[in-house]
């Protein structure tokens, strides 16, 4: 049971060494396109929704 446990760990350590973590301009830019794309769908979706709004007021009317 304790050799299963250290080969699981060596497993680990070894994958670890293979992780790359984005570099600063990798992230800001990566943070920027988040960012913008929150944007243009929040102002998208409440366009949408003030329209669907009108036209039930409309109709209801």
């Not at 060596?10 to 396109?33: A, D, H, L």
């Amino acid at each position: 049971m304790l050799e299963k446990i250290k080969e699981f760990l060596k497993e680990v350590r070894g994958e670890i060494k293979k992780i790359t973590f984005p570099t600063r301009e990798e992230t800001i830019s990566s943070s920027v396109v988040v960012v913008v794309v929150v944007i243009v769908v929040s102002v998208f979706l409440s366009g949408v929704d003030l329209g669907l709004t009108k036209i039930i007021k409309y109709v209801v009317k």
